[in-house]
């Protein structure tokens, strides 16, 4: 069983930065990860995904350019650096891992963390 812990979140202003991490209790080397984030009333959506193996990243549109997503699997932990931040980020954000080379999909994923709040403000 992974357990995963996201940390970094936190209140922002339009236009800053944050980084969240998503520590795990083992390795993740054959793991892909996922960066997920449900905001209040919507359905939760991913913004990211980095694979298992070569580093192959994904992003959502909203996000392209402004997130970036990376792993130091000798620290079992993923980030997600988030620049340029806009209020319709806000968003409660979780990390999630799916032992597969690429992310499926939320469903597909096996183990989700608690999640961290990220808040920017306008």
């Known amino acids: 069983q992974v357990q995963l812990v996201e940390s970094g979140g936190g209140l922002v202003q339009s236009g800053g930065s944050l980084r969240l991490s998503c520590t795990a209790s083992e390795s993740l080397d054959y793991y892909a990860i996922g960066w997920f984030r449900q905001a209040p009333g919507k359905e939760r959506e991913r913004v990211s995904c980095i694979s298992s193996s070569d580093g192959t990243t994904g992003y959502d549109d909203s996000v392209k350019g402004r997130f970036t997503i990376s792993r130091d699997n000798a620290k079992n932990t993923v980030y997600l650096q988030m620049n340029n931040l806009k209020p319709e980020d806000t968003a409660v954000y979780y990390c999630?891992?799916?032992?597969?080379?690429?992310?499926?999909?939320?469903?597909?994923?096996?183990?989700w963390g608690k999640g961290t709040q990220v808040t920017v403000s306008s």
């Open positions: 999630a891992a799916e032992m597969y080379y690429y992310c499926s999909g939320a469903a597909a994923m096996e183990y």
